[in-house]
């Protein structure tokens, strides 16, 4: 009876938990932007991601700032209260998306759900245990930014750890996986913002979501590792990034949006510093700007590379990228690897990861259909692109390793290619958005 009325406590608390973090992605805390004296009126799901980046964002530069982890929660508590007395002041000055009690309803039991299914599956990846679990235990015992570099790998990006800290932290329950149930709402919630791009009614966009979760989900991308962080990032970005390029419409919002995930990007995982460079290159190369706007630009998310480098240098931390590659040697280490045995082994396991996710296939057959028609592959040649350079970078990272090619690419290949996979997902949507006019 006491292990079954412990249980039914457990089970409570992560509804509580699932319920309190849908609230927290689904209720904007902002309503209005005020640029030059304008003030914009934001699309409620532009809304939502907006208040979550900076909120993402804050956290983060309360760290760096040395705010200890009970610190940056109390602002956060204090925050949502101040938000609960504005709101009941204003009750009547909200409008409230259509259909959202329902869609609220719903993504707070498939969060529960998922809950339930990570609670009962606490085992955590080799990188968890020994590289991310103890950096997010630092944190949440009001460690500092510094206190990392006693830790395995302290060159690593922290930002993952952090938000695990601090959820954990905000839920005040012991255990440590429900601070990697937030790994699950921003998921979802990435999910789910994802299909605001489409305009169909409620039944098909909950179905249509169901069949993301159905392609994408497995308890091995919540074992404590990052990637799950970069895929979930990307896939928000990658909605401003068609905003920008394909649609043309409210740059300013979409440019903040895709900045704001870069920098998450650049302090989830090293190899994020690379991607927002990709990233980068392709705004440069497809934004239809002026070449002074652009260089403007590019300097924002470089300027934010300079910063993680000078913070970890500050606080005492690694500032190489990898301890797996010489740098100062590495255009000759890709020469000497740079062999047709070393291709098809690279590519043998990146076809492999291509069929262990079924996302990732269905989305690389859905590319080659849209190929077929030659004025949408001009359109979404930024997409190409990005596949591209994405799967080079992969062949790039092994290629450059001084360590043994086939363990590195058997063991990191699943996991480099889940986390840069996201974007792939639009061609899937703009394969239906153009078919179907959706």
């Known amino acids: 009876m006491f292990i079954y009325g412990k249980k039914m406590i457990e089970l409570f608390n992560i509804l509580f938990f699932s319920i309190f973090l849908s609230l927290l992605f689904f209720v904007p805390y902002i309503n209005k932007v005020k640029i030059s004296n304008r003030k914009f009126i934001l699309d409620c799901h532009d809304l939502r991601v907006l208040n979550i980046l900076i909120l993402f964002n804050l956290i983060l530069l309360f760290v760096i700032l040395n705010l200890k982890i009970s610190q940056i929660v109390s602002i956060f508590y204090s925050s949502i209260?101040?938000?609960?007395?504005?709101?009941?002041?204003?009750?009547?000055?909200?409008?409230?998306?259509?259909?959202?009690?329902?869609?609220?309803?719903?993504?707070?039991?498939?969060?529960?759900?998922?809950?339930?299914?990570?609670?009962n599956n606490l085992t955590l990846y080799w990188d968890g245990q020994k590289l991310w679990l103890p950096k997010a235990i630092i944190f949440h015992n009001n460690g500092f930014v510094s206190d990392l570099s006693s830790t395995a790998y302290s060159h690593y990006s922290f930002l993952g750890s952090l938000l695990w800290a601090f959820f954990w932290k905000v839920s005040s329950f012991e255990y440590e996986y429900f601070g990697r149930i937030f790994f699950l709402a921003i998921y979802c919630f990435a999910l789910f913002n994802f299909l605001s791009m489409i305009s169909v009614n409620k039944n098909i966009?909950?179905?249509?979501?169901?069949?993301l979760i159905l392609l994408t989900y497995d308890y091995w991308h919540f074992r404590g590792t990052q990637e799950i962080l970069i895929f979930s990032f990307l896939l928000i970005l990658i909605k401003y990034l068609y905003n920008l390029l394909i649609k043309n419409q409210n740059n300013k919002l979409n440019l903040f949006c895709i900045l704001l995930s870069l920098n998450l990007i650049i302090w989830t995982k090293n190899e994020g510093i690379i991607l927002s460079l990709i990233i980068s290159l392709i705004i440069l190369i497809f934004l239809k700007e002026s070449v002074k706007f652009k260089l403007i630009l590019l300097s924002i998310p470089l300027l934010m590379i300079l910063i993680r480098f000078v913070s970890f240098k500050l606080n005492g931390l690694d500032v190489d990228l990898s301890q797996d590659f010489d740098f100062s040697n590495i255009f000759t280490i890709f020469i000497n690897n740079l062999s047709i045995t070393n291709i098809f082994l690279i590519s043998k396991y990146i076809v492999f990861s291509a069929f262990k996710f079924p996302h990732i296939i269905l989305s690389l057959l859905f590319a080659i259909l849209i190929c077929f028609n030659k004025s949408l592959f001009k359109k979404y040649i930024f997409l190409y692109v990005y596949l591209f350079l994405s799967i080079s970078l992969i062949f790039l990272i092994y290629l450059s390793s001084t360590f043994n090619i086939e363990f590195m690419v058997s063991t990191g290949s699943l996991r480099l290619m889940f986390e840069f996979s996201a974007p792939y997902l639009l061609f899937i949507l703009v394969f239906f958005k153009e078919r179907f006019k959706i």
């Open 205 to 211: 966009k909950i179905i249509s979501f169901l069949l």
């Open 81 to 119: 209260f101040i938000f609960i007395i504005y709101f009941l002041i204003n009750f009547k000055k909200f409008t409230f998306q259509k259909n959202i009690y329902f869609y609220f309803f719903f993504y707070s039991l498939t969060l529960f759900v998922l809950s339930i299914d990570l609670s």
